[in-house]
């Protein structure tokens, strides 16, 4: 099967690296991926407490009790921004097939 792929403006062809996954252990909850995303892709959920297992609760402030999840991970198109902004190295990503 051939890989999704876009073309820049002047033509080029490059393939879109998507966002697959997020490490929940590295997240910090601050947000900055979600303010760049421009397909509401992203979402701040409670942290698990599969999440927790490693991590004193009193540690945490409040944002940190969240953690950021693909919600819509369909609507990616693969832009990398949020990884760009990402502080903590949380963001995974691969090229799919269309
Ligand atoms: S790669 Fe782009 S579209 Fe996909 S989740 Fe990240 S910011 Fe959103
Ligand atoms: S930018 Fe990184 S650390 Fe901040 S909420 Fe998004 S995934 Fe978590």
Redesign the pocket.
């Known amino acids: 099967m051939a890989m999704i792929t876009g073309r820049t403006r002047g033509g080029v062809e490059w393939t879109p690296q998507f966002a697959v996954a997020?490490?929940?252990r590295?997240?910090?909850?601050?947000?900055?991926?979600?303010k760049v995303c421009p397909r509401e892709v992203?979402d701040?959920v409670e942290r698990g407490e599969e999440l927790m297992a490693d991590i004193d609760e009193d540690d945490l402030d409040d944002d940190q009790m969240?953690?950021?999840s693909l919600k819509n991970a369909a609507d990616c198109i693969g832009c990398g921004s949020?990884?760009r902004?990402?502080?903590?190295?949380?963001?995974s990503y691969a090229s799919a097939e269309a």
């Open positions: 997020i490490d929940g590295k997240c910090i909850g601050c947000g900055r991926c979600y992203l701040l969240m953690v950021m949020c990884g902004v990402c502080p903590k190295g949380c963001y």
